[in-house]
């Protein structure tokens, strides 16, 4: 064989090597992205089902079980609500996915189901004579779940529309039953005014007071670099990530159909939501732990509530790809979830990693960790979306400590 023969041979055979091993990349990849999702449906079916199932069947308080912290005040008032507590919880954090239509095969089938149970279980809920019924004015631990509830339907309105008016009725009111409870001087104020912006949306008496309270006094409690205080003081916890940033996000985008008053203010809060996303980040370490501080930590993933609802809205500032949040909140998952003491019985356990009874507070109950079941809002982006069709990519702590060259961070003056 001449050497041009030779060559040519040799380069064919190249050219053939690198088309394979480019479309072995290729499918792995697409492999990869498409388990990320398939990862999260499960993580998000084994945390839910026993609650919705067991609602659905009005038998959640037969089957729940009934366990407190061993920080607990008042045992048997936590006991009490800790119904309303589990259902707003769930259905705030699923209820963008139940939105969504497509998908493939088994994922329309495992929504269909979940669309059945949520209403299902929502009409047992709010019915005076089943076993499941559900009082919302116990304590005023019911106003902070009524807001989760009332979130959960202002990010789905697909719940809404499916509810018979009678209970479409009948939850209104529940949540209006919620206004004796006077909140804590503290993120509680956006509790008040979720509920009122969920009257707004859908078309119901809202009062515009309880709103303004609440977005004036988080305006006084913002102390810079996209985080506030939650009251009068700091506190370096997740507050910021479980409540404050993703409900005033969500007031700012009713609210600010209703009248131009906040322009200004709500302005500022896109912009200091984009750099606590930055900073939440920034906060997942290269195996998806996180330190560890302040209160109501069991709420695990809920700790990166706010970085989720960014992605969910496709508001991630320019500096986050879509991509590397999901390998971000993908670690997360799987740090937190993947503890052999995660589950006892099928229910989450109070903890971080495992059950860890030390780590509850005074207020927690079982329904209380299901505030983690926030850290799956992306599930309402449809696989095609960036955020799950995109390459896998290092995050920035990976980046970081493997030596990468990096962009640096700097505070920003937002107020």
């Given at each position: 064989m001449s050497t041009r023969n030779t060559c040519t041979v040799l380069l064919m055979l190249f050219i053939t090597?690198?088309?394979?091993?480019?479309?072995?990349?290729?499918?792995?990849?697409?492999?990869?992205?498409?388990?990320?999702?398939?990862?999260?449906?499960?993580?998000?079916?084994?945390?839910?089902?026993?609650?919705?199932h067991s609602l659905a069947k009005d038998s959640l308080r037969i089957i729940m079980p009934q366990v407190t912290s061993i920080h607990v005040d008042n045992k048997a008032q936590r006991i009490k609500?800790?119904?309303?507590?589990v259902l707003g919880r769930v259905l705030s954090g699923i209820a963008p996915w139940l939105q969504l239509e497509g998908g493939n095969k088994e994922e329309l089938v495992l929504r269909k189901?979940?669309?059945?149970?949520?209403?299902?279980?929502?009409?047992?809920?709010?019915?005076?004579?089943?076993?499941?019924?559900?009082?919302?004015?116990?304590?005023?631990?019911?106003?902070?779940?009524?807001?989760y509830l009332a979130i959960a339907f202002i990010r789905a309105p697909w719940l809404w529309e499916n509810l018979d008016k009678?209970?479409?009725?009948?939850?209104?009111?529940?949540?209006?039953?919620?206004?004796?409870?006077?909140?804590?001087?503290?993120?509680?104020?956006?509790?008040?005014?979720m509920n009122e912006a969920f009257m707004a949306k859908f078309g119901y008496d809202w009062d515009p007071m309880r709103v303004d309270y609440a977005l004036q006094q988080m305006e006084q409690w913002y102390i810079g670099d996209g985080m506030y205080s939650d009251g009068t003081t700091f506190a370096f916890d997740y507050y910021n990530s479980y409540v404050i940033h993703p409900y005033l996000a969500?007031?700012?985008?009713?609210?600010?159909?209703?009248?131009?008053?906040?322009?200004?203010?709500?302005?500022?809060?896109?912009?200091?939501?984009?750099?606590?996303?930055?900073?939440?980040?920034r906060l997942i370490n290269t195996d998806g732990t996180y330190a560890a501080t302040g209160r109501s930590i069991i709420y695990r993933g809920a700790a990166f509530h706010h970085l989720a609802d960014m992605a969910l809205r496709k508001t991630l500032p320019k500096q986050l790809s879509p991509a590397q949040v999901r390998g971000a909140l993908t670690a997360v998952i799987r740090k937190t979830m993947e503890s052999p003491g995660t589950y006892k019985n099928g229910w989450l356990t109070i903890g971080l990693y495992g059950e860890q009874p030390s780590l509850g507070d005074f207020?927690?109950?079982?329904?209380?960790?299901?505030?983690?079941?926030?850290?799956?809002?992306?599930?309402?982006?449809?696989?095609?979306?960036?955020?799950?069709?995109?390459?896998?990519?290092?995050?920035s702590s990976q980046k970081i400590w493997s030596g990468e060259d990096f962009q640096n961070d700097h505070s920003a003056d937002l107020k």
């Amino acid at each position: 064989m001449s050497t041009r023969n030779t060559c040519t041979v040799l380069l064919m055979l190249f050219i053939t090597s690198t088309f394979a091993f480019a479309q072995k990349k290729a499918k792995t990849e697409k492999k990869s992205v498409f388990d990320d999702r398939q990862y999260w449906l499960g993580q998000m079916d084994k945390m839910v089902k026993p609650v919705l199932h067991s609602l659905a069947k009005d038998s959640l308080r037969i089957i729940m079980p009934q366990v407190t912290s061993i920080h607990v005040d008042n045992k048997a008032q936590r006991i009490k609500v800790q119904y309303v507590e589990v259902l707003g919880r769930v259905l705030s954090g699923i209820a963008p996915w139940l939105q969504l239509e497509g998908g493939n095969k088994e994922e329309l089938v495992l929504r269909k189901q979940y669309r059945q149970w949520a209403l299902q279980g929502l009409k047992n809920a709010l019915d005076s004579n089943a076993k499941d019924f559900m009082h919302f004015d116990i304590a005023g631990q019911q106003l902070v779940d009524a807001s989760y509830l009332a979130i959960a339907f202002i990010r789905a309105p697909w719940l809404w529309e499916n509810l018979d008016k009678k209970n479409q009725s009948l939850l209104v009111k529940s949540i209006a039953a919620t206004r004796k409870f006077k909140p804590v001087f503290s993120n509680w104020l956006l509790f008040s005014a979720m509920n009122e912006a969920f009257m707004a949306k859908f078309g119901y008496d809202w009062d515009p007071m309880r709103v303004d309270y609440a977005l004036q006094q988080m305006e006084q409690w913002y102390i810079g670099d996209g985080m506030y205080s939650d009251g009068t003081t700091f506190a370096f916890d997740y507050y910021n990530s479980y409540v404050i940033h993703p409900y005033l996000a969500g007031i700012a985008d009713i609210i600010g159909k209703k009248t131009t008053s906040y322009n200004v203010m709500f302005d500022k809060i896109r912009k200091r939501n984009e750099r606590y996303a930055i900073i939440q980040e920034r906060l997942i370490n290269t195996d998806g732990t996180y330190a560890a501080t302040g209160r109501s930590i069991i709420y695990r993933g809920a700790a990166f509530h706010h970085l989720a609802d960014m992605a969910l809205r496709k508001t991630l500032p320019k500096q986050l790809s879509p991509a590397q949040v999901r390998g971000a909140l993908t670690a997360v998952i799987r740090k937190t979830m993947e503890s052999p003491g995660t589950y006892k019985n099928g229910w989450l356990t109070i903890g971080l990693y495992g059950e860890q009874p030390s780590l509850g507070d005074f207020y927690n109950n079982q329904g209380s960790p299901y505030l983690a079941s926030n850290i799956f809002l992306p599930l309402g982006l449809p696989e095609s979306d960036p955020f799950w069709a995109s390459p896998a990519e290092k995050w920035s702590s990976q980046k970081i400590w493997s030596g990468e060259d990096f962009q640096n961070d700097h505070s920003a003056d937002l107020k």
